[in-house]
């Protein structure tokens, strides 16, 4: 089942995870500092809360699509590609506290979606691209880890 990723910047972790803990009846299914994560089943959703204090509290991060397997990130890429839109794959990619293959498009308004599978948890903090450059790129990754200008997640 794929099901919809929204990552958001908070400026309380402790508070926006209670928050949202009430909203969707869930607790986070991974929790670490700075960062939590939701795997909601009703609506499918990821829900990613990232503290960060460079950016608006409740603006967006990044938005997703969670999918099952690297096949399903591959197809969606030759897809987007065949479409005309430039892409960026990462594979094996550790960040947010797991390894992930994705790949990478930007919406008209500049808003960075990812296209992921999960392939293994991981201890790398939230916004630290810990892998090398992407193996396929037909562009330079946009969005920068937390800590630096901008504090936009590349990862999760």
């Not at 630290?128 to 562009?139: H, I």
């Amino acid at each position: 089942m794929s099901r919809v990723q929204l990552a958001l910047n908070v400026a309380q972790i402790d508070e926006a995870v209670d928050f949202y803990s009430k909203l969707f009846g869930a607790e986070p299914t991974k929790r670490r500092p700075g960062y939590a994560n939701f795997a909601i089943s009703d609506p499918p959703l990821e829900l990613v809360l990232i503290e960060n204090a460079r950016q608006a509290p409740g603006s967006l991060n990044h938005l997703g699509v969670e999918v099952q397997s690297t096949d399903e990130v591959t197809a969606a890429q030759l897809r987007l590609a065949g479409e005309g839109l430039t892409t960026t794959m990462e594979t094996q990619t550790a960040c947010c506290y797991a390894v992930q293959d994705k790949v990478w498009v930007d919406g008209p308004g500049g808003e960075p979606w990812e296209i992921y599978t999960v392939l293994a948890e991981a201890d790398v903090p939230a916004g630290q691209l810990r892998s090398a450059a992407p193996a396929k790129s037909v562009r330079a990754a946009e969005p920068g880890p937390l800590d630096q200008p901008g504090g936009r997640c590349s990862c999760c």
